[in-house]
């Protein structure tokens, strides 16, 4: 699952400026201030990654399966919509330069093989998913908008509602762990806050390895999310009015886009983006 911010450089410092945050941004911020920057209010380009380009085929994939009837949804066919999938993905200007450099049919055969074990791990014919792909909102205080996109959401009979997010990697090893469920945690208090629904459950569906991560929130745990989420808030626009958008070096460095333009990597970032007139 993709989504974005859209903290603009140009208007930044108006007094009715609206910010936008996603789980993907807050976690920049949280990773790296700058970049954080870099990302969102510099908006530099970055390639696509392999990463990328396989997370957005899985997604189609099982996006697509749920379009058929219960009885339909058997592993034959799911393997039959991975080359329209990948068709698809070419299709997309942003995996233009990627795409070439793959080998079609080991990128095909790993793919059916992490659709293969989704089929382990859960049986499709047995889910009704409300919404797919569903971008949530919601404006949580006068300048910041929360925003995402969920990759399912089920409601069952009894109105139990579930959040569940494929990823195409492993599972994170248990001190990551709440790490990685802050995105889900992020998507259900704009669930509940937008509906009046609190989730019952919220499911992490690792592909890679066969693993599941579901936590069962309860109010207090969403209020303390948006606590983090406006505590989280108010250092970037603190960072935003000093223009200080500090690196914090990591092992995760080694995966950065930006490295040779970081400090920490004897690089120069760009003047800071100034509000046009």
Known sequence: MTDAADTSAESAGS????????????????????????????????????AMAKGTLVHLVLERLFDAHHDERTLDHAHGLVAGAWDELADRPEYAEILPTLEVDDWLRSTQDLITRYFQMEDPRAVSPTHREAPVEFQVADDLVLRGLVDRIDVHPNGDTVIVDYKTGKAPSPQYEQKAMFQMRFYALVLWRTTGV?????????????????????????????????????????????????????????????????????GTPPPFPQPRT
């Open 15 to 50: 007094p009715d400026f609206v910010g936008r945050l996603s789980p993907s941004r807050a976690s920049d911020f949280m990773t790296c201030p700058l970049l954080y920057r870099f990302r969102t209010i510099d908006r530099l380009p970055e390639p696509a990654s392999k």
């Open 198 to 266: 609190l989730p019952m459950s919220l499911r992490l569906m690792y592909l890679a390895d066969g693993q599941s991560l579901v936590d069962t929130p309860n109010a207090d745990d969403l209020l303390a999310t948006q606590r983090k989420v406006l505590a989280l808030w108010e250092a970037i626009r603190s960072a935003h009015a000093k223009e200080d958008f500090r690196p914090r070096p990591s092992a995760l460095c080694k995966w950065c886009n930006f490295a040779h333009l970081c400090p920490s990597h004897d």
